[in-house]
């Protein structure tokens, strides 16, 4: 992970410790990603394609994450990086997160879309 994540995440997780108290994650440190629930994936408008319709799938049918702390997180699966140069250094760039459509779930899940078609 680029250095500069390292101070952000720290700064992150105490902006959250002050506001909310220590955090009980459930699953991984950052993001608290855990493939268990309660909510899932197709619920989140972070899922790569959900806003638009088109879910993105992979060939075993997992998804991709694009929050930015899912995609930051160092326990979460990733996409792997382009391969991209700028003829003096690689472009390093967070990835989207791999995650279980039907299962998986983080402590940022958003789905504020199916409660607006509810009302």
């Given at each position: 992970m680029p250095p500069q994540y390292d101070v952000a995440l720290v700064k992150l997780q105490s902006f959250v410790d002050i506001?909310?108290?220590?955090m009980k994650w459930k699953g991984t440190k950052l993001a608290g990603y855990a493939a268990a629930g309660?909510?899932?994936?197709?619920?989140?408008?972070?899922?790569?394609?959900?806003?638009?319709?088109?879910?993105?799938?992979?060939?075993?049918?997992r998804g991709r994450c694009m929050h930015p702390i899912m995609m930051a997180d160092p326990q979460v699966e990733h996409e792997e990086p382009p391969q991209e140069r700028d003829n003096t250094r690689e472009i390093e760039?967070?990835?989207?997160?791999?995650?279980?459509?039907?299962?998986?779930?983080?402590n940022?899940?958003?789905n504020d879309l199916r409660m607006k078609k509810a009302e």
């Open positions: 506001a909310t108290g220590p309660p909510y899932h994936c197709q619920d989140c408008k972070w899922l790569r394609g959900r806003v638009q319709g088109k879910v993105f799938r992979d060939a075993v049918g760039q967070p990835q989207p997160a791999i995650v279980d459509i039907a299962f998986g779930c983080c940022w899940v958003d």
